[in-house]
């Protein structure tokens, strides 16, 4: 071992990082900015700067001087031997369902705040109680999930240890600060929780609902920022910083959180969450409608399921971007590991993984057309529903074609090759990228002709509107084939590439300008009639529960490919896994893991369901009790 | 509880079709084991089992193969990288020392910024960046020996002369992928003494040295006086780059480069120099 320590990693910041600034802020007394500006100043140094807390000193001054590098070891070299086992216990598999489930609960208690927030601030501007209750409903099904989201923590934490003690010993010397304040963070999760939950009929009223939202922004910033620290222990994995390629840990907690995937883990993450609360909540409302009993619970849940469903699409919508994000970065960390994600004994979790998006895109789509027989003026705009649907699906095609097939000799002579003639150019990425791009714009499109359905625009420039908003889509769509297009087949790699991003800002452009534009026709628009919630299809609950279910077996999926990338390394390319498990498991073996978390995962939710509604429930016992004397 | 069954029904059939053809609706792929300690006998290799090291660390433990081919497109192809070194180095953006064609592939190796080829760069770095990372570090972890073995077979994959020497020693332990043959598993017994590696590869039948007397080619009994170990390595490995006076070329066999392992050749080359 060489005296001079060096730290890792060079490499550049993430991009996110290379652009972002605190920007000076003009903001006005407002108690929305002031407690949106509380969450920023919680959470942006822990994200971007300073965290002096877990520094005690900067990596280049410990590098240099060498000081205190002798106090920790190097990442062990450990033999299978080391590994302790339980006989007729498979370690791996008992880790990785617990994290699983652990992860599937966490996501679920962190992004149901997050709307119930946003809700109830809807509820409190509008005045209107039914989103009050509706938020109050969604936090009292998360309050059970919590318990279970710490028992699973609790049982990953101990298979961890009992399984894995080398590893567990290695992370928890580099992290040990931040272990401890997650737990001390932990404790006022829980109490913030708990007061936000059971403080909502006492805190009601003008000075105490601003108290009560403001528990519900402390309570959203404790539980981002416990989601960042565990984040940060996972992608030291994937991309160590702050120790030596030996593994000797260089001093600085904060360069081993701030490692280069901290950040795209973080966004892809927090936006995922919200989709994924969404849906679970969706699914609840599904169920609730289809069980009820009278018109107005049909109604409520309906109003609720379509919420739900909102809030879902509303973040499944950016949600292909931050993706791709995380993939450049996880590039331009390591391209190695970059092509073991898309081009190695990966590749064709891709095609799994366009089969579960292609089915979230349809069952959203579809359930937002079936709602619009909600709206008696639906009629002038179902003509548009098939070409939307025909679009949708042929970009879902597009996605689901793969580049490179596996052949027979036979198939091969017959095909001329390893890539059909006009399917093969389908599947590289930037036809992908283009269809991801038309699919996400026609998805919009489902949202405004839905929005629209039971609108009558009172403006007089309503034609002009329209027109504009054909030329916007058209011109939109025509770049983004075009970037496509020539971008991807008629010039070299680097543009192929680039060219997704100028793409990605047409459609978000159009998103944008189109929610503007309509805002701005319908302003003042007259109602055909009253929206009739619980007019809707009990069929079309089933793809709120679709929606569910291939989100969570997709986050499975996706969580399987995340930690499959470190191949056989505890963290990468410094700790090697040395375990009889370091083999990579077969994508088949692996969907079936998925698929026994994803039943799990199901039981423990309708478990939840289902006790959060005996709380409710009396029972009469005349003649039990003694009655009290008089 | 109609509704509760025809859910619950729903959700499994829907958990199954996902199960369904992630098992049967893509082809199965079992990915490679995790490469295995294994300490190589360097000294005892001939050049083509060298070389055949790193042809099986260029698509193995390097996995170099999954950038530097042509499909994708991702790194430049290195079918032709001798040729081409020299360009490279005369060209005015290259910052590195190497000299000749196996220096600059073995800094490509440590230092792939050295020079990038246009267009192979990181983004926004202007082909400055390279994206490759060093193969000495990190997970790849090479050793000397296993660079220079890479080298070689660069070298022979286009057709040059091989010019790196097999080092004797390895200076860290290397890996290989369990799957691997292992080439010191088929190798013939090496000879221990510079006598005995002689006598095996029989020398002495053409060569009056080592108590042998053959009368086709020079003596060597004191060709240490006459000739440094620089040479009579290169006698050895190329019998036709310099022919002794008064003696045809192509009369010795052109194999012994194959044959011999890295140690016996350089025990050969030892004793005849110290014959003076």
């Known amino acids: 071992m060489g005296s001079s320590l060096t730290i890792l990693p060079s490499h550049p910041r993430g991009a996110l990082d290379r652009c972002l600034g605190l920007q000076s802020n003009n903001a006005r007394p407002d108690p929305i900015r002031l407690v949106l500006l509380l969450l920023v100043v919680l959470l942006l140094p822990a994200m971007f700067g300073g965290a002096d807390v877990f520094a005690s000193e900067p990596v280049a001054a410990v590098a240099e001087a060498g000081a205190d590098v002798g106090q920790y070891p190097p990442a062990p070299k450990l033999t299978a031997d080391d590994y302790p086992r339980i006989p007729g216990v498979n370690s791996r598999s008992v880790v990785w369902l617990a994290a699983q489930l652990h992860l599937w609960f966490a996501a679920f208690v962190l992004a149901v705040p997050i ?73 006022l999760e829980s109490a913030t929780l708990y007061l936000y939950y059971y403080g909502w009929h006492w805190l009601q009223g003008d000075f105490k609902k601003w108290v009560h939202l403001t528990l519900g922004l402390l309570l959203n910033a404790v539980g981002t920022m416990l989601m960042f620290l565990a984040n940060a222990w996972v992608t030291f994995m994937m991309s160590p910083a702050g120790v030596d ?4 840990f260089g001093g600085s907690e904060w360069a081993a959180i701030h490692n280069y995937l901290w950040n795209p883990i973080n966004i892809h993450r927090v936006v995922a969450n919200v989709a994924y609360g969404g849906s679970v909540v969706g699914a609840y409302a599904a169920y609730k409608f289809l069980s009820a009993t009278s018109t107005k619970l049909r109604a409520h849940y309906d109003w609720m399921g379509y919420n739900a469903n909102f809030i879902a699409i509303s973040a499944l919508l950016p949600l292909p971007f931050a993706g791709y994000y995380l993939t450049a970065e ?45 709206s008696d003026g639906a009629h002038r705009y179902n003509g548009y529903v098939k070409y939307i649907a025909i679009v949708i699906v042929g970009a879902f095609l597009v996605w689901f074609t793969p580049h490179t097939l596996v052949l ?89 590439v680039a060219a997704s991003i100028p793409q990605v800002l047409t459609t978000l452009i159009i998103i944008i300008a189109s929610t503007v534009i309509d805002a701005m026709m319908y302003r003042g628009a007259k109602q055909v009639a009253p929206l009739h919630w619980g007019r809707i299809t009990g069929r079309s609950q089933y793809a709120l529960f679709l929606l569910a279910v291939a989100f969570t077996w997709l986050m499975g999926l996706m969580g399987y490919i995340r930690s499959g990338i470190r191949q056989h390394w505890h963290v990468r390319e410094i700790f090697r896994d040395t375990s009889v498990d370091a083999i990579t498991p077969t994508l088949g073996y692996a969907a079936n893991m998925v698929s026994i978390g994803t039943i799990l995962f199901m039981a423990m939710v309708i478990f939840i369901f289902w006790i959060s509604q005996v709380s409710t429930r009396k029972t009469v016992t005349e003649g039990y009790w003694k009655e009290a004397a008089e | 509880m109609k509704n509760f069954l025809k859910v619950v029904f729903f959700s499994m059939a829907t958990v199954a079709f996902f199960s369904g053809f992630a098992n049967l609706g893509i082809p199965e792929i079992n990915p490679a084991p995790p490469p295995v ?12 089992e060298f070389i055949a090291l790193g042809e099986r660390l260029f698509t193995g ?149 080592a108590g042998q007397a053959g009368a086709l080619g020079p003596k060597l009994n004191t060709i240490g006086a006459l000739r440094d170990a620089a040479y009579l390595r290169r006698s050895l490995l190329d019998p036709n780059a310099d022919i002794a006076e008064g003696y045809p070329p192509n009369l010795m066999p052109n194999i012994y480069g194959d044959q011999m392992s890295a140690r016996e050749l350089e025990m050969i080359v030892d004793y005849l120099a110290s014959l003076k």
């Open chain 1, 408 to 496: 027979t000799n036979e198939e091969l002579k017959s095909l001329g090759g390893p890539y059909h003639k006009y399917l093969g150019p389908l599947g590289i990425m930037p036809a992908k990228n283009t269809a991801v791009n038309v699919m996400i714009i026609f998805t919009t499109l489902s949202f405004m002709i839905y929005r629209r359905a039971n609108l009558i625009a009172t403006v007089p420039w309503v034609k002009a509107g329209n027109a504009l908003q054909i030329a916007l889509f058209t011109a939109g769509i025509l770049n983004i084939l075009f970037l496509g297009i020539y971008h991807g087949y008629f010039t070299n790699t680097v543009y192929k």
């Open chain 1, 115 to 187: 709307f119930v927030f946003i809700i109830e601030a809807i509820g409190m501007r509008t005045r209107d109680r039914r989103y009050d209750e509706m938020a109050y409903e969604f936090i009292k099904i998360s309050i059970t999930a919590y318990s279970i989201t710490a028992i699973l923590g609790g049982l990953l934490l101990f298979s961890l240890i009992l399984f894995y003690p080398h590893l567990f010993q290695y992370l928890s010397t580099i992290f040990k600060g931040s272990m401890f304040y997650y737990a001390l963070l932990f404790f």
């Open chain 2, 37 to 48: 300690e294994e300490v190589l006998d360097l000294g005892a290799m001939s050049l083509d």
């Open chain 2, 61 to 209: 433990k390097g996995t170099c193969n999954l950038c530097h081919e042509p499909i994708g497109g991702r790194a430049p192809l290195l079918d032709k990288i001798t040729s081409i070194a020299e360009e490279r180095l005369a060209d005015s953006r290259y910052k590195g020392q190497a000299t000749d064609a196996e220096s600059y592939i073995y800094e490509s190796m440590v230092e792939p910024s050295a020079f990038v080829v246009v267009g192979f760069g990181k983004s926004g770095s202007n082909d400055t960046e390279s994206p490759m990372p060093a193969v000495s570090g990190g997970g790849m972890a090479f050793s000397e020996a296993e660079m220079l073995a890479i080298i070689a077979y660069l070298q022979d994959l286009e057709g040059v002369e091989v010019t790196v020497e097999i080092p004797t020693e390895v200076d860290t332990a290397p890996e290989e992928p369990a799957s691997a043959e292992a080439p010191a598993a088929e190798a013939p017994p090496r000879a221990a003494t510079p006598e005995a590696a002689m006598t095996q590869y029989g020398c002495g039948g053409c060569h009056e040295v």
């Open chain 1, 330 to 374: 996880i590039y331009a960390y390591s391209q190695q590991m970059g092509i073991t994600l898309m081009g190695g004994i990966f590749a064709w979790l891709f095609i799994i993984q366009a089969v579960l998006i292609g089915a979230l895109f349809l069952s959203a789509n579809y359930y937002l057309w079936c709602g619009m027989g909600r």
């Open chain 1, 245 to 248: 390629p030996s593994g000797v």
